[in-house]
């Protein structure tokens, strides 16, 4: 089995809802003097952050990933917590003088969110490297959203390392430079958005489906309510969302398409049925509140992928 690192944030998340539609509330010619508070309903903290929560869900579905990040002196609960659901902590740095980085998002009834995040012990990324806390070279990495300079500094490592990774910029590319992001993009092996991200880095950094799929690379795209699209060795992959009448919190959603995304990858499945995964990971964050509060063995996941999809047999290989 190949060893997969996940880099990236570990927090708690502070998720609130907001019985009401933002875009009723944003006045489009007053926004250079924006100035508004929402009422919401509840709050609660959750186990979160980018990275925890991709390996959350790759050892869901049975792997051991293994996390990198740093994490404040409130992490022992959440260590325990992340190594109990099957998750590789040794490589996740405490740092005793301040707090895990915290995540608050507000979400309307349409799932459309507004959040802020503050960075606490993730400013400390930025001081350690693969080869420091992880005592083997990787097989594969992922790059998500961390301490900005930790981000192109974790580039550069697998470029001078030949380590191949999946570049997921996301919430950081207002944060990172051109220059940076474009590093990113034209290094990785596979590089996952969303619509609305990928305007941002196509238009910061100039480039075009074609300068990312002409040069063999992976290119994730998701569309929301309309699934998700694959473009993989010259070929186009449609993905639909996984039919789900139980939309509950959008949070982490992203994340848990990532790990299905890297769990087929790790695999050699075809790039269909990794789609395919990948979107029902995505059902099953979606249906809970939090990030981390969903829960299925292997064998419960491939029963419920044969209810909407077919996997052509690809999946009995969990049956091992």
């Known amino acids: 089995m190949q ?19 933002f875009r009723e509330q944003l006045l489009l010619d007053k926004l250079d003097t924006i100035s508004i508070s929402f009422l919401v309903d509840d709050m609660a903290r959750h186990w979160g952050g980018s990275g925890a929560n991709v390996a959350y869900n790759l050892a869901m579905l049975g792997y051991r990933p293994r996390l990198m990040g740093t994490a404040g002196r409130d992490f022992s609960d959440y260590r325990d917590w992340l190594e109990k659901n099957g998750v590789d902590t040794s490589a996740v740095v405490v740092i005793d003088q301040v707090f895990t980085a915290s995540f608050f998002a507000n979400t309307d009834e349409e799932n459309n969110q507004i959040a802020s995040f503050y960075g606490g012990a993730m400013s400390y990324a930025r001081k350690y490297t693969l080869a420091q806390t992880v005592p083997t070279k990787p097989d594969y990495v992922i790059i998500s959203p961390n301490d900005p300079v930790a981000m192109a500094q974790l580039v550069e490592e697998c470029v001078q390392r030949n380590i191949p990774f999946m570049y997921d910029p996301s919430q950081q590319i207002p944060r990172l430079d051109a220059d940076t992001l474009r590093r990113g993009v034209e290094n990785c092996h596979a590089l996952a958005v969303n619509e609305y991200e990928w305007s941002m880095l196509s238009r910061k950094v100039g480039i075009s489906e074609a300068d990312i799929t002409n040069k063999g690379k992976v290119l994730v795209r998701t569309l929301g309510k309309n699934g998700a699209e694959i473009f993989a060795a010259g070929q186009h992959y449609p993905i639909p969302v996984y039919p789900t009448d139980q939309i509950v919190d959008p949070t982490g959603v992203g994340d848990a398409f990532r790990a299905g995304l890297l769990c087929g990858m790790a695999f050699d499945w075809p790039w269909d049925v990794t789609g395919r995964a990948a979107s029902l990971c995505a059902a099953y964050a979606l249906e809970q509140v939090g990030t981390q509060n969903h829960r299925f ?14 996997d052509r047999g690809v999946l009995d290989m969990f049956r091992l």
């Open 3 to 21: 060893e997969i690192v996940v880099t990236g944030s570990i927090a708690y998340d502070y998720l609130m809802r907001f019985p009401g539609k």
């Open 297 to 310: 063995t292997p064998q419960e996941f491939v029963n419920r992928y044969r209810v909407a999809f077919d």
